[in-house]
């Protein structure tokens, strides 16, 4: 993943598309690195061009890292999404498509990533393709990767429309309703409205 957070230039759309994937993906994925987060309070909250729909999102994302310390963030973090056993919010596909764990969606998306071939790396990554990161990180390959037989629109569309505008939605709502959720309520803002944004650009191209 890139270390550059989005908006801090006007970069062009499809390199801020694959960096919105990829730091979304890292915000989701750990506890998060108090490098990120330092870099993150101090990013510019206006985007290039003024009135953007993800400019509102964006700011208060910066804004609610600027009011708490990592301390209180990483609490969040293992508060909503660790523990022993059941977490208070899952970030699995299969939960919100089957009600299950490692179901019948997670079988599909392996099938899909296989025909894409990509593929989970077990030394780096314990947690299954169907983690939120996981499969935004693929969404960022797609974007931005170099083979242009993989990496292009058509499977950007097939991909978001069966791995990602399925269930992103339902776990933003999870996440907005959770009493405890601050920081990553707001996050989920940023993914709910970064995903109608792209959900439009897609449809624009049926």
Known sequence: MSDDLPLTSALDEETARAELYGLIAELFYLPLRPELLAQLRLAPTQAPEAGGYLEEPWQQLVGMARDMDDASIEREYHTLFGGVGKPEVFLYASHYLSGFLNEKPL?????????LGLG?????????EDHLAFVLEVMRFLVAGEDASVSNLTQQSRFFAAHVQTWVPALCDALAAHPQARFYAVLSSLLRAFISV???GFDLMA
């Open 107 to 115: 079988a599909q998306l392996r099938q899909d990533l296989a025909q």
């Open 120 to 128: 989970r790396d077990d030394a780096t990554m314990s947690d299954t």
């Open 198 to 200: 792209e959900s439009q």
